[in-house]
C-alpha cells in the first residue's frame, strides 16, 4: 500500500546495493529527483535496466554506481552519443559495466511480460539483426501451431521500478498523462514501485474513466517531488529543457567537468532546487 | 532566397517520396525533417507515427527526440510503447519505415551499435532502438544520409538492422516477409536497389553532382540505373516550407521561449 514518504526516505527504505532497478520515463516523465537521490545516497552495484538510459544513466554510470546495464537504446536524444557511458564502456571508467543489449521491441515486450506473470516476451523480432549473436538472452522458438520460428526474451522483473508521475491522490492511486510509455507495465513487473509526482490532490476529479491509473495498491512509495523530471518534461506542468539536454553533451564529454557539475547540482543538492529548474519551462511562465 | 544546400536537396528529395496514403514510422534526425515536409506541402493527411507511442502526430517544430511533448499534444492518439510495437508495427498497420544510420553498405544494411568489434568497440553509438524490428515489420524502407567514406562502407560493424543482407532474396531466406530497403536519399542521388541483386544502383543524380563525386563519398564501386535522371531541384515552396520549419525548430530548441505581452 502506498506510503507519502520524503524522497530520501522512499529511496533508502526501498532501493539496496545489488539490487536490479528500472526508472522509466519514454522521453517524458524521466525521474532525474529520484536518480539524484540515488546518487547522493550511493545506493551502488546497480543492474540498471532503462529502454532509453538518457542522461540519469549517463549520471549514475559516471558516478560509478552501475556494474550491468539492460537497455534498447544508450543515446542523448537528438543530440547524440552517452558520453559517460561510452567512456564506461570503452576505457572502464569509472569502472566497466556489463551490458545486456536489446531492440525497443524486445524490452517493451519484456516488461509486458513481467507485468503479466509470463517468464519470457514471444514476438516476431531481431530477423537479420546482430544483437542475436552478442546477446545470449536473445533466443528462438517456434510457433506450436504454425511453425513459425519467433523471438524470445526472458521478461524483466526488477526489484524494483522507479517512475515520475503527474498527480497522486491522497488516497495514493497515481496518475500518468501524456507519452505514458512503459512505465505501467515497468511498475507491474516489479516487486517495489517508487513514484514521484509534481503534485498531491484531494481527489481525481473528472477523470476520463480510460486514464492510466496505478491503484496505491500496486506502489511502495511516493514522494512529491515538483519538476522532478526536468531536463525531461511533465505533460501539463512543464516543458522539456531541449537547452539543456544539448549542455549535457559537452559537460559529459569531460571527466572532471562532469565530476564538478555532479558535485554542484546532486551531491550537494536537495531535491527541492527541481522546483526552481522548471519555473522558466512552465507553459503559464513567460 | 539563398542557393539550396546540399542538406536542404536531401530532405526535400526524401520528402517527395511520401504520399497521403502512407503510414510512417518516422526516425528522428533527417527522416524526421523529410516526413514533416511531406506533411506540410503535398501530404497533407500522411500519417506519422513516433516510437514514444504518438499516431497521427503533427508537430509545429521538429521533435529533438521522440518523445517531445509537441508529439503527443498535436496526435490523433497516443499509445503505450507495448502497443505501439506489438499492435502497429508488428501487427503490420505500417506502411514505410523512415531511418537515418552511421554506417550503410550496399545493400541497405544499417549499423547505429558500434564501431569496430561488439566487445571493445573503438566507438559505443547509440545502438538500434526500434530499427531492427522497423527494418523488417513496416511494408518498405526509405533510408535518408548524407555520403561519405565513413558512413558509406564496403562492410558494415554490426548488423544493426536488416536490409538485403548480402542480396537477391535473403530477406525471404530468413522469412522476412516485407520489401525492406527500396529508397535511399542522399545528399548527391537517388539510390533504388537493383531488382535482381538488391544492390543500391543510382538512379537519379542532383543537379551539378557528378559520378566523381558520388565515388569519392561511398567506400563501394558505385553502380548506376541504364537511365539515370536529374533530380528535379526544389520548388519555391518546397524550400521555404523546409527553412520556415527549420528556423522555428531552431528558435524553439535554443531555449527562445515567447515573451509576454507587455
Known amino acids: 500500500m502506498a506510503q507519502f514518504q520524503d524522497l530520501a526516505q522512499a529511496i533508502a527504505e526501498n532501493i539496496r546495493p545489488g539490487d536490479t532497478v528500472a526508472l522509466e520515463g519514454f522521453t517524458h516523465l524521466i525521474p532525474h529527483a529520484a536518480a539524484h537521490e540515488l546518487i547522493r545516497q550511493q545506493i551502488g552495484d546497480l543492474t540498471l535496466i532503462r529502454m532509453t538510459p538518457d542522461l540519469i544513466y549517463d549520471q549514475l554510470i559516471g558516478m560509478g554506481l552501475v556494474k550491468k546495464l539492460i537497455f534498447s537504446y544508450a543515446g542523448n536524444p537528438g543530440v547524440g552519443l552517452l558520453r559517460r557511458m561510452r567512456d564506461a564502456v570503452e576505457n572502464g571508467w569509472p569502472r566497466p559495466i556489463e551490458l545486456e543489449e536489446h531492440s525497443h521491441s524486445a524490452m517493451a515486450q519484456a516488461y509486458e511480460a513481467g507485468a503479466a506473470g509470463l517468464p519470457c516476451a514471444i514476438f516476431r523480432g531481431y530477423k537479420g539483426a546482430g544483437l542475436k549473436a552478442v546477446n545470449p538472452n536473445i533466443r528462438e522458438v517456434a510457433c506450436p501451431f504454425t511453425g513459425e520460428a519467433l523471438a524470445a526474451v526472458p521478461a524483466l522483473r526488477p526489484d524494483v521500478t522507479v517512475i515520475h508521475a503527474q498527480r497522486a491522490n491522497r488516497r495514493g492511486d497515481v496518475l500518468i498523462e501524456g507519452i505514458i510509455g512503459v512505465q505501467k507495465e515497468a511498475v507491474l513487473a516489479a516487486k517495489r514501485a517508487v513514484v514521484t509526482v509534481e503534485e498531491v490532490v484531494e481527489d481525481f476529479a473528472d477523470l476520463h474513466p480510460n486514464a492510466c491509473v496505478l491503484p496505491r495498491w500496486t506502489v511502495a512509495g511516493i514522494a512529491t517531488a515538483p519538476g522532478g523530471a526536468n531536463p525531461s518534461y511533465a505533460h501539463g506542468y512543464y516543458d522539456r529543457d531541449n537547452a539543456a539536454y544539448l549542455e549535457w553533451d559537452k559537460i559529459a564529454a569531460d571527466r572532471d567537468r562532469f565530476l564538478a557539475w555532479m558535485e554542484t547540482h546532486v551531491l550537494k543538492a536537495r531535491p527541492e532546487i527541481f522546483q526552481d529548474r522548471v519555473a522558466g519551462l512552465r507553459r503559464d511562465a513567460a | ?262
Not at chain 2, 5 to 18: D, G, K, Q, S, V
Not at chain 2, 158 to 175: I, V, Y
Not at chain 2, 249 to 260: E, Q, Y
Open chain 2, 1 to 262: 532566397m539563398s542557393p539550396v544546400t546540399p542538406t536542404e536537396f536531401m530532405t526535400i528529395a526524401a520528402a517527395r517520396a511520401l504520399s497521403n496514403d502512407d503510414v510512417v514510422f518516422v526516425g528522428i534526425g533527417a527522416p524526421s525533417a523529410a516526413c514533416n515536409l511531406a506533411r506540410l506541402t503535398h501530404a497533407p493527411d500522411i500519417t506519422l507515427i513516433y516510437e514514444s507511442g504518438t499516431i497521427g502526430t503533427a508537430p509545429e517544430v521538429l521533435p529533438l527526440s521522440i518523445g517531445d511533448g509537441e508529439l503527443c499534444d498535436t496526435a490523433v492518439t497516443t499509445v503505450s510503447v507495448p502497443e505501439m510495437f506489438r499492435y502497429w508495427l508488428q501487427g503490420g498497420r505500417i506502411s514505410v519505415g523512415f531511418l537515418g544510420a552511421a554506417q550503410i553498405d550496399r545493400f541497405g544494411n544499417i549499423n547505429t551499435t558500434v564501431i569496430g568489434d561488439y566487445d571493445t568497440p573503438k566507438t559505443r553509438l547509440p545502438g538500434g532502438g526500434g530499427a531492427p524490428e522497423i527494418a523488417t515489420s513496416c511494408g518498405k524502407i526509405f533510408i535518408t544520409m548524407k555520403q561519405s567514406r565513413r558512413g558509406f562502407v564496403e562492410k558494415i560493424d554490426f548488423f544493426t538492422s536488416f536490409g538485403h543482407g548480402t542480396g537477391g532474396d535473403d530477406r525471404a531466406r530468413l522469412g522476412i516477409t516485407t520489401e525492406g530497403p527500396v529508397l535511399l536519399v542522399t545528399d548527391l542521388a537517388v539510390w533504388k536497389p537493383d531488382p535482381e541483386t538488391k544492390e543500391f544502383t543510382v538512379v537519379s543524380l542532383h543537379p551539378g553532382v557528378t559520378r566523381d563525386q558520388v565515388q569519392e563519398t561511398c567506400g563501394w564501386t558505385v553502380r548506376y540505373a541504364e537511365t539515370v535522371e536529374e533530380t528535379p531541384p526544389p520548388t519555391d515552396l518546397e524550400l521555404t516550407t523546409l527553412r520556415d520549419l527549420h528556423a522555428r525548430t531552431h528558435a524553439a530548441h535554443s531555449g527562445a521561449r515567447p515573451t509576454a505581452a507587455a
